[in-house]
């Protein structure tokens, strides 16, 4: 088949080919601006990846640093702590030794070894336990009639005199 154009046909075609030309020419340069932001946007997001990973791995490091710091303070507080309660044991023992020297008792119980003073008790069965730690037998404490420096272990009653204040009058005094 044959078609016959005309000028004005072909003008008309041409005319439209360089509109189309026009637009594709538009949209090309429309095209390489979004390319373009794109990009921009592509390397801006990653330089913000980057910074944010950065960040989670310095945050991280720091997190690990607290961690062992607090670690570390929970280990010293609990070593306070058992340090506290050993000091308040060793206070209540101390209070009680200073109540029981307040109320001092009338009498004490000397432990001699071969007549020589050794140590003072509480109690006379105190005495007799504390000789036994240092060897003496544990049986046979019965009165003996031989000299005092002849006899190994010996427990004598002593009678306690309350100390005077300085400046107080002794009765004694003559």
Known sequence: MIRIVTAARLAGL????DSA?????QLLGTLDENWARY????????????????????????????????EQMRQAFTAALLVIARQQHHIGELVQHLAAARTAPSWLYLLR????????HLASEAAKEHAATCG?????????????AEV???VEAVAVVPEQEEGAPRSDAA
């Open 14 to 17: 041409r005319a439209d080919l």
């Open 21 to 25: 030309d026009e637009r594709v020419r």
């Open 39 to 70: 990009l921009r946007s592509v390397r801006e997001l990653s330089e913000e990846r980057q910074a944010a990973e950065w960040d989670a791995q310095v945050a991280a490091e720091k997190a690990a640093e607290l961690h062992q710091s607090n």
């Open 113 to 120: 070894k071969y007549r020589e003073p050794h140590s003072l």
């Open 136 to 148: 003496a037998a544990r049986i046979d404490w019965t009165s003996s009639d031989l000299p005092a």
């Open 152 to 154: 190994a272990w010996r």
